[in-house]
Every structure is written in C-alpha cells, then in structure tokens.
C-alpha cells in the first residue's frame, strides 16, 4: 500500500519543511510515502471563498484515483489518540492500495471533496496554521508507524 499527503501550497516556513521532510524520511522506512504539492492558486483577491475552495478542489480531484481511500484532515473529522490513530490507521491500510491524506486550502474543501471522502480526521479541536499541520501530520504518521511495529518512539 502506498500512503500519499496531498498539500495545498507549498510548506513556507523553512523549519517546518524541514520537519516535515525528517518525518517523511522516517516515515519512508515503513511504507511508501510521498508528499504531492498543490500550487496555490493565484489571484485569489478576486476570488470569493467558494471559488477558490471550488478551484482548488479541481485540481485536488486530479490527483486522486477511483480506488483510491481518501482521508481528509478536518477540523469536524474524529478524533483520536496516537494509539487509537495507530489501529485505525492499520485496519485502513489493510483495505487500501492507496491511502490518500488532504491537508486543504484555507477555507477548506469543496463539496466534491467531502463527497469523495471516505474519513475525516481531526488532529485537535484547536486551530494550528496548515503549516504547523503538516507538521504534526507527519509526526503522528511516522509515530502510528512505530506503534504498529511496537517501537520504542511512543510512550505510554
């Protein structure tokens, strides 16, 4: 099974990228895994809300697969400990050939987005900026990954 992050916009803040890229590294070692970057849109000033989350959807649809298992990092998705994180992400990958996360734009996803989800998570009821999102992501990525092989990074 491959695991894909879908990103709109690039990761800006040169310490996060490189957080980001460290768990992506780490994360490689236990299953495929790459992240794909959606340009920002440009011109946004002129676009409303809807339009842009609209545009941006497009252009997330295309990346996406129809056996695809979509996930959608949503502040309204479940919540879950890293444990818990760990069976869920375990029993999905069983079912999957390709588990696709989407971290969206600043106003969300569109609807055809949300239809073509299969799960919302949520990584806290607090707002982070998308870029700390990634961050975090990708950490609770790499550690489900070392609670499903019962490595020591995860303590109880």
Same mark, same amino acid.
């Given at each position: 099974?491959k695991? %894909?992050?879908?990103?709109?916009g690039? $990761?800006n803040?040169k310490?996060?990228?490189? &957080?980001?890229?460290e768990?992506?590294?780490? @994360?490689? *070692?236990?299953? =495929?895994?790459? %992240? /794909?970057?959606i =340009?920002?849109?440009?011109? $946004?000033?002129s676009? !409303?809300?809807e339009?842009?989350? $609209?545009?941006? &959807?497009?252009? @997330?649809?295309? +990346?996406?697969?129809?056996?695809?298992?979509?996930v959608?990092l949503?502040?309204h &998705?479940?919540?879950?400990?890293s444990?818990?994180y760990?069976?869920?992400?375990?029993?999905?990958?069983?079912?999957?050939?390709?588990?696709?996360f989407?971290?969206? &734009? =600043?106003?969300g996803? !569109?609807?055809?987005?949300? +239809?073509?989800?299969?799960?919302?998570?949520?990584?806290?009821?607090? $707002?982070f900026? *998308?870029?700390? /999102?990634?961050?975090?992501?990708?950490?609770?990525?790499?550690?489900?990954?070392? %609670?499903?092989?019962?490595? =020591?990074? *995860? *303590?109880?």
């Amino acid at each position: 099974m491959k695991t %894909i992050l879908i990103l709109v916009g690039k $990761t800006n803040d040169k310490h996060f990228a490189a &957080g980001i890229s460290e768990y992506a590294s780490r @994360i490689s *070692h236990y299953m =495929p895994f790459d %992240i /794909v970057t959606i =340009p920002e849109l440009k011109n $946004t000033k002129s676009l !409303s809300e809807e339009q842009q989350k $609209t545009m941006e &959807g497009e252009l @997330i649809m295309k +990346q996406l697969q129809v056996s695809d298992t979509v996930v959608l990092l949503d502040e309204h &998705g479940k919540e879950m400990r890293s444990v818990e994180y760990a069976s869920w992400l375990q029993r999905t990958a069983n079912n999957a050939r390709r588990l696709v996360f989407i971290i969206g &734009g =600043p106003y969300g996803f !569109s609807p055809s987005v949300y +239809q073509r989800a299969n799960d919302k998570i949520s990584l806290s009821r607090m $707002t982070f900026s *998308h870029q700390m /999102v990634r961050l975090i992501f990708t950490e609770q990525l790499y550690r489900a990954c070392t %609670i499903i092989k019962n490595e =020591p990074y *995860h *303590h109880e």
